[in-house]
T-cell receptor, first 114, second 110 residues
């Protein structure tokens, strides 16, 4: 069966520090991968998605970047965190392009920038 | 681009009340539609889905029917429980990405 792992679960980082959140998927090949952010009291904002190794699409301009060094690994990074980067970050995967594909989510990372 | 609009919350109900959360989707073509549920501090879990017009998704007493004319996918439950308190997200699968609404918080009191 397929599983998705996201870590860490919680993170407190000072302003200006770097960030690296990692997400891995097991049990499937060539998944679409997604990073979402959920700010307090707000909905899900798609940050990045990837349809293959090295292929990253950014949905919003911001202080963050994403990379996909391996087929089932998706990393969210920042060189210098801002207070506004605080939020709940969710990694997700789906089977690929198509109408019928639902997303499977990790447990999320609660990031607090202080 | 694709967009999902769902009613804003919070929706506050008493136990055993009827629930409706409205959702409409704007996209090129006819996407698959989903409802996800998020319990506090957790990720999203798929609640139900429908892949074509007139499909009805159902799970745990929740239902939603894909209405082609309005691309709507309203979530309903005949009798809510305290344990249904959570945030509900409507979403759609287009040809490239998954798009979600802003979420609706449901609070059910005993």
């Amino acid at each position: 069966s397929q599983t998705i792992h996201q870590w860490p679960a919680t993170l407190v980082q000072p302003v200006g520090s770097p960030l690296s959140l990692e997400c891995t998927v097991e049990g499937t090949s060539n998944p679409n991968l997604y990073w979402y952010r959920q700010a307090a009291g707000r909905g899900l904002q798609l940050l990045f998605y990837s349809v293959g190794i090295g292929q990253i699409s950014s949905e919003v301009p911001q202080n963050l970047s994403a990379s996909r060094p391996q087929d089932r690994q998706f990393i969210l990074s920042s060189k210098k965190l801002l207070l506004s980067d605080s939020g709940f970050y969710l990694c997700a995967w789906s089977y690929g392009y198509g109408r019928d594909t639902e997303a499977f989510f990790g447990q999320g990372t609660r990031l607090t920038v202080v | 681009g694709d967009s999902v609009t769902q009613m804003e919350g919070p929706v506050t109900l008493s136990e055993e009340a009827f629930l409706t959360i409205n959702c409409t989707y704007t996209a090129t073509g006819y996407p698959s539609l989903f409802w996800y549920v998020q319990y506090p501090g957790e990720g999203l879990q798929l609640l139900l889905k429908a892949t074509k017009a007139d499909d009805k998704g159902s799970n745990k007493g929740f239902e939603a029917t894909y209405r082609k004319e309005t691309t709507s996918f309203h979530l309903e439950k005949g009798s809510v429980q305290v344990s249904d308190s959570a945030v509900y997200f409507c979403g759609g699968s287009g040809y490239s990405t998954l798009t979600f609404g802003k979420g609706t918080m449901l609070l059910v009191s005993p």
